[in-house]
């Protein structure tokens, strides 16, 4: 398990941005980790004011930051990444307020500058989104 303190040292981003609570998870080639959704959460302000739900744009960054994970602890040298591509990434149910969203990210090879993970991200045991991230390293 890895709680939010190394979450900081390994992840870039800052609050209001790191939106990985908690890594459940992780082996040589998969993690899971969760989010939660709380109604308080700055990130839900004003989408939607009387129906709020957790962005799609942040849920893939949410994905994109666990599989980070993943990749910078699977190899250390593998610094500085940041996204370059979205594949098939789908969505298939709204996340609420109360949530916590599941996800669980595969390692799927590395190429030159590129890495890449397949993520899947539930709430309780339904399917809300699925897709593949690659990640560019300077």
């Not at 996204?83 to 969505?91: E, T």
């Not at 609420?96 to 539930?122: L, Q």
Request: proline share 3%; aromatic share 12%.
């Amino acid at each position: 398990m890895i709680q939010q303190k190394e979450i900081r040292t390994i992840l870039k981003q800052r609050f209001s941005f790191i939106l990985i609570d908690r890594v459940l998870k992780i082996e040589e080639n998969e993690i899971v980790g969760i989010k939660n959704v709380t109604a308080s959460d700055i990130n839900l302000w004003g989408h939607f004011d009387d129906e709020p739900i957790y962005p799609g744009a942040l849920l893939i960054e949410t994905c994109s930051q666990l599989g980070g994970i993943l990749i910078a602890k699977k190899n250390p040298i593998l610094k500085d990444g940041f996204l370059a591509q979205i594949d098939n990434f789908k969505f298939l149910k709204f996340i609420i307020p109360g949530d916590t969203i599941k996800i669980n990210a595969v390692y799927a090879g590395k190429f030159s500058k590129f890495a890449k993970v397949d993520a899947t991200a539930f709430v309780d045991d339904d399917i809300v989104a699925k897709g593949s991230i690659t990640y560019f390293f300077k």
